[in-house]
């Protein structure tokens, strides 16, 4: 069997800083695809020939490939919430140029084969995603574009490359309000200027996950694709992204003492194969305050709103899923967050005072 026509291969996290934060969040992915779509493959002497493509690899190829799609979603709905909301994100925002970019070795296992062959992924690392609205799109970086230089500094290749890119782009973030870049793509090496967004600085995941749920860690939110296949629109997944960002945002991962619990979670549910066994019960994680819930829809609201979205279906979007999936479902949302009434009330209001806000344009700080 041959390799296909090389598709831009999945993104798992965003970059916020450095390379480990292009945005992490922040949201990436030309600007965020509704996951892989086909495209010209890249010739280029740096990077060894395609393989045969495997059953097994096709197989593996088109799991990544489901996954590339669901975390293209979250990233175009999370862009404009990252960006708009930079100024109350506040010792949370980071300046990130607005990409993802992983290698071959990005992938664990029999994956980083696929990825190879069925992607096109080699030793350079290769622009995976690109924030609508960011640097990185305003200079016309490209899913697929392998990169060379930063600031005129060779950026790594390798085993190690996701890692070690870090301590090339974070000294240039930092200093910079632009960043020159060498870029090959179609086999042609090309220079672009990529200018520095000011953003919030949360990684956007996907959890690899059947069950209905969704996390943050202070620094991260993630969404199970079983939440995500709950959300019957983008205006209800931006609340949920903004409820989680609202609550880091607020110290709740910390007052709370779960940051830690939380963070294994995600990073289990990141991996391609998570072990679904911490999901068990409760995982551990202890039920929000109602106080707590209420303060974060109260923000997330707010940063809806300015991030454009429709903030009306918020209310019946929490009373459907309690309804669906109610507390009782011990690895469900509704399990970590069961004060739904006391939520509502506090969703009702909060709607009210930013419509308010909005019929006599007043600016829409919480």
Known sequence: ????????????????????????????????????????????????????????????AEQLSRMAALQDRLYRVAAPLLIANADLCKGQARNLLGFT????????????????????????????GVLAGSGAAQAG????????????KKLPTGANASTTAGGVFGPLLAANSSLPM????????????????????FGIELGNADNIN???????????????GFT????????????????SLLGHPASQRYAGTVGSIIDNLVKVTPDTSM????????????????????LALYLAARAGYNIDGAAPFWKRLAATYPASVLNGFVANHPATAARLAGIDKATAEIKSKQSTKKALVP
């Open 1 to 60: 069997m041959r390799a296909p026509t090389l598709r831009p291969a999945p993104s798992f996290s965003l970059l916020a800083i450095g390379l480990a934060a292009f945005l992490s969040g922040c949201s990436t992915p030309p600007v965020m695809n509704q996951g892989p779509v086909p495209s010209t493959p890249t010739t280029s002497t740096s990077e060894p020939e395609q393989q045969v493509l495997t059953p097994r690899m096709a197989q593996e």
């Open 101 to 128: 970019a992983k290698n071959r070795y990005s992938y664990p296992g029999d994956y980083n084969e696929a990825a190879h062959v069925a992607f096109g992924m080699g030793e350079h690392l290769q622009v995976t």
């Open 141 to 152: 970086l490209k899913r697929g574009d392998r990169l060379l230089t930063a600031g005129g």
């Open 182 to 201: 060498g870029i090959e793509r179609d086999g042609d090496k090309r220079s672009l200027t990529v200018p520095v967004t000011r953003a919030c600085g």
């Open 214 to 228: 969704a996390y943050n860690d202070g620094s991260r939110v993630m969404v199970t694709r079983g939440m995500i």
């Open 232 to 247: 019957r629109n983008d205006d209800e997944l931006a609340f949920l992204l903004a409820t989680g960002m609202a609550h």
């Open 279 to 298: 999901l068990i019960g409760s995982g551990g994680i202890k039920a929000m305050a109602a106080e707590n819930d209420v303060a974060a829809d109260r």
